[in-house]
């Protein structure tokens, strides 16, 4: 009994934990619309939620760049471009970093953004 309760309540947590960050997510990106954006939206809320702490750290700093390059920089292709490649399976530092680089005008946000995941 005690097991089943201790299950309930963590799949309770987790699932007002998942609620937060959608939450935050909406007020940062408007209203997921297209497959790809809920795609996006579910992966890197699994991360957050049930990834381990380092790789929490990792899709927080990932979600970044794509909130400096949406935001600042206004660069809504690349946003959707990283947003396909990371929902499908290949390595996010790589994909990160090769998408930095291909930036031809780097905030010092982005930039710092850029070596904090090169040390990852």
């Known amino acids: 009994m005690t097991f089943i309760c201790q299950r309930t309540f963590k799949l309770v947590n987790e699932m007002d ?8 997510l909406k007020e940062f990106y ?11 939206e579910n992966k890197l809320t699994e991360n957050l939620i049930s990834g381990a702490k380092n790789k929490r ?15 600042s920089l206004k660069d809504n292709l690349l946003v959707k471009e990283l947003q396909y490649k990371l929902t499908d399976e290949g390595n996010p530092n790589e994909i990160i970093i ?7 005008t780097f905030t010092p946000e982005l930039e710092r953004l850029y070596y904090k995941i090169k040390n990852f």
């Open 17 to 24: 934990l998942k609620t937060k960050i959608i939450t935050v």
């Open 30 to 40: 408007g209203e997921f619309e297209t497959n790809l954006e809920h795609q996006y």
């Open 57 to 71: 750290k990792q899709w927080a700093t990932y979600n970044q760049v794509i909130l400096e390059l949406k935001h």
């Open 98 to 104: 090769e998408t930095i680089e291909r930036v031809k």
